[in-house]
């Protein structure tokens, strides 16, 4: 059974740092790109990043792109969310997602339940 | 403002069939990107119900149905039932943007 298990959410300061897990197991991690997506208090889904099985393509969305780092270490089976600057605007549950392909689309067919960071003074 | 629009609630009484839409533009589904939708009951996190536009994971059920047209998808609920009261999404790829993109959501509530 996949499993993905989010970790490492806070309260935290503006301006300040943050480092988010997600450990991941049933299936074989390093074969999968992994993304993350949050979700505001009340608001909808924000894709936030993506990283492929080798860590070879990266991307990040405009909103957290030069403050947020995304990496995986495949041998511990895990992906990671490096967070700097953060503002209130950054207030939201983090997912870890996983992508799949099938048929020539692709999906996140594999979601954590979520860890919750809370910018605030 | 989400780049996909849905609308923010739709409702109906068990048994009813309902839609929901997600409009877009020739940037994202009217360039050809699939449409996925995800299904996130109250306090849990989004589960994919339908992806590749029309296509069901194992173990959703047949009452469950997408499609799509030119710069639209759509999801129908038929033979509605309590346990399907949540919100939905549907999700596709911006070109424009290049990033992937989220309908704003919408509630769907059973009466």
């Known amino acids: 059974e996949v499993q993905l298990v989010e970790s490492g959410g806070d309260l935290v300061q503006p301006g300040g740092s943050l480092r988010l897990s997600c450990a991941a197991s049933?299936?074989?991690?390093?074969?999968?790109?992994m993304n993350w997506v949050r979700q505001a208090p009340g608001k909808g889904l924000e894709w936030v990043s993506y990283?492929?099985?080798?860590?070879?393509?990266?991307y990040y969305a405009g909103s957290v792109k030069g403050r947020f780092t995304i990496s995986r270490d495949n041998a511990k089976n895990s992906l990671f969310l490096q967070m700097n600057s953060l503002t209130a605007e950054d207030t939201a549950v983090y997912y870890c997602?996983?992508?799949?392909?099938?048929?020539?689309?692709?999906?996140?067919?594999?979601w954590g339940q979520g860890t919750l960071v809370t910018v605030s003074s | 403002q989400s780049v996909l629009t849905q609308p923010p609630s739709v409702s109906g009484a068990p048994g009813q069939r309902v839609t929901i839409s997600c409009t877009g533009s020739?940037?994202?589904?009217?360039?050809?990107?699939?449409v996925c939708w995800y299904q996130q009951l109250p306090g849990t996190a989004p589960k994919l119900l339908i992806y590749?536009?029309?296509n069901r994971p194992s173990g959703i059920p047949d009452r469950f149905s997408g499609s799509k047209s030119d710069t639209s998808a759509s999801l129908a609920i038929t033979g509605l039932q309590a346990e399907d009261e949540a919100d939905y999404y549907c999700?596709?790829?911006?070109?424009?943007?290049?990033?992937?993109?989220f309908g704003g959501g919408t509630k769907l509530t059973v009466l």
């Open positions: 997602a996983r992508e799949r392909y099938s048929s020539g689309s692709f999906m996140f067919d594999s």
């Open positions: 049933g299936f074989t991690f390093s074969a999968f790109s």
């Open positions: 590749g536009n029309s």
């Open positions: 990283i492929s099985g080798a860590s070879s393509t990266i």
């Open positions: 020739s940037s994202n589904i009217g360039a050809g990107y699939d």
């Open positions: 999700q596709s790829y911006d070109s424009s943007l290049s990033v992937v993109v």
